[in-house]
C-alpha cells in the first residue's frame, strides 16, 4: 500500500468514529510511522510503504480512533515557542494556559533576576518556557508524580535550561526549600463528581492525579494558595490558573491567606482562567 492509500485508510476509519480532523491527525500519525514530515507525504504520496510501517500506522490509526489523544500517540505537544515530550503521566497542554505565560513574561518585563516555583509542574510546559524566554530567571518544580519530574528534566535539557532548574518530588505541604519571587501553578481543580463528564479523551486517557480536585474541586488549590503564602516573599507574584466557576471562591482563600488580587485573566472562550495576585 502507498502512503496516499494508507493516509485514505486512516482518514476513513477517525471520519466513521467521528474523530475531529482526520485528514490531519492521519498525516501527523504517518509522519510518525515513517519519520518523515508532512512535506513529505505530501511529495510523495505513491510511495509504497514498508509493511512493518503499514502495521504500525493502522494500530496509531487505531489507538487514535478509540480516543487516545494524538500527543500521547505521537509522545509530543507544541506549547508556546517550543515542542514539549508528553506522556501518559503528564496533563496535554493546552493553548488556554498560554495565556499564564504570557501574562508572567508581561510582569517580569523589566525585571532582571527572578526565582520561580511551579507547583505541579508536570512536562515543565510552563516553567520551562518561561526559563527559556528569561536568561537570567532560576527555576524550582515541584511534582507528587516522580515520572511528571523525569518528564520535566528531559524537556528542560532539549530546551538547554536544565541549568537554572531545580526539581523535587514532593507533595506541595511537604514542601519547605527557598523564598520565591513568583510562584504558578496550574493545579488539579475538577469536582470528583464532574470527571465522568469530560470529554471521553481526557477522562479515558489523562492522569486523574492531575484532573481530581475534590469533592469542591478546590481541594488541592486550597493546598497550593496556603503553602504558597509561605513560600512566596512579600510583593512576589502568584499566578494561579482556576475552573471556569471558582473565581469568587478563589479570590476569597487568597485574600485570607494575605494575598491582593491584581487581575483575572480569561480564556478564549472568554472563561474566568486564573488569578493573578500579590503577597502583602
Known amino acids: 500500500m502507498n502512503i496516499n492509500s494508507a493516509l ?7 471520519s466513521n468514529k467521528l474523530i475531529p480532523n482526520p485528514y490531519l491527525d492521519s498525516e ?6 515513517i519519520n518523515k514530515d508532512r512535506k513529505y507525504l505530501l ?7 514498508a509493511e512493518n510501517d503499514l502495521i504500525n500506522f493502522q494500530k496509531l490509526i487505531e489507538k487514535r480512533s478509540r480516543g487516545k489523544p494524538l500527543a500521547y ?35 517580569t518585563n523589566l525585571k532582571n533576576q527572578l526565582n520561580i516555583l511551579d507547583i505541579g509542574v508536570g512536562s515543565g510546559c510552563i516553567l520551562l518556557s518561561i526559563l527559556k524566554e528569561r536568561k537570567n530567571f532560576y527555576g524550582t518544580g515541584i511534582d507528587i508524580s516522580k515520572k511528571c519530574i523525569n518528564i520535566s ?14 526539581l ?10 527557598g523564598k520565591y519571587d513568583l510562584i504558578v501553578s496550574n493545579p488539579p481543580y475538577i469536582k470528583k463528581f464532574k470527571l465522568k463528564y469530560l470529554e471521553k479523551d481526557v477522562v479515558k486517557f489523562e492522569p486523574r492525579l ?21 513560600l512566596i516573599k512579600t510583593n512576589g507574584k502568584f499566578i494561579l490558573e482556576i475552573g471556569f466557576d471558582q473565581k469568587n471562591k478563589v479570590i476569597n482563600l487568597l485574600n485570607k491567606e494575605g494575598f ?5 485573566l480569561k480564556d478564549f472562550a472568554a472563561n474566568d482562567r486564573c488569578i493573578v495576585s500579590t503577597k502583602i
Open 210 to 230: 492531575a484532573l481530581d480536585g475534590g469533592l469542591d474541586g478546590l481541594s488541592e488549590i486550597r493546598n497550593v494558595i496556603k503553602k504558597s503564602s509561605e
Open 260 to 264: 491582593y488580587i491584581n487581575s483575572t
Open 153 to 166: 528534566k528531559i524537556n528542560a535539557i532539549n530546551l538547554n535550561v536544565f541549568s537554572r532548574l531545580k
Open 43 to 49: 511529495l510523495n504520496p505513491e510511495m509504497t510503504l
Open 8 to 14: 485514505n485508510y486512516g482518514v476513513k476509519i477517525l
Open 28 to 33: 501527523i500519525l504517518m509522519s510518525k510511522t
Open 73 to 107: 500517540l505521537t509522545n509530543k505537544k507544541f506549547f508556546w515557542n517550543s515542542e514539549f515530550i508528553v506522556t501518559k503521566d503528564t496533563l496535554i497542554p493546552r493553548p488556554d494556559t498560554e495565556i499564564i505565560v504570557e501574562n508572567i513574561l508581561k510582569l
Open 168 to 177: 523535587y518530588k514532593s507533595n506541595v505541604d511537604k514542601f519547605n526549600l
